[in-house]
């Protein structure tokens, strides 16, 4: 059975997919970052099968997975940096939320 990694964007509508590799059951597949940082819209993901009749899955998340795992990180993009944080959306499907920081003004005097 052959799955992938569904990406939806649903303010812009983009919807971009990505082969998952099953290593001993565990999948991995590569998200090239550029990808996500063409604009700041919030992202959800899903896992699709392929079959004769596809099936689309949420992730499992619960609050102790959550607390768990490493949900928040921040990374350069176009010389800016970025805050990245994964979170279990309202429709219970895993969301990732990218802001950039915020730039303080440091006044000479």
Do not use: W
Not at 53 to 69: A, C, H, I, M
Request: glycine residues 2%; hydrophobic residues 35%; positive net charge.
């Amino acid at each position: 059975m052959e799955y992938s990694l569904q990406v939806d964007e649903p303010k812009s509508g983009l919807l971009e997919t990505y082969p998952l590799k099953n290593e001993n059951g565990l999948f991995q597949t590569t998200l090239p970052m550029n990808n996500l940082m063409d604009n700041l819209f919030v992202k959800r993901f899903f896992i699709v099968e392929h079959s004769d009749e596809p099936k689309v899955y949420r992730f499992s998340l619960d609050k102790r997975t959550l607390q768990n795992t490493t949900t928040r990180y921040k990374v350069i993009s176009n010389s800016q940096l970025v805050k990245l944080k994964f979170y279990r959306r309202k429709d219970l499907s895993l969301g990732l939320a990218m802001t950039p920081a915020k730039l303080k003004n440091l006044s000479v005097k």
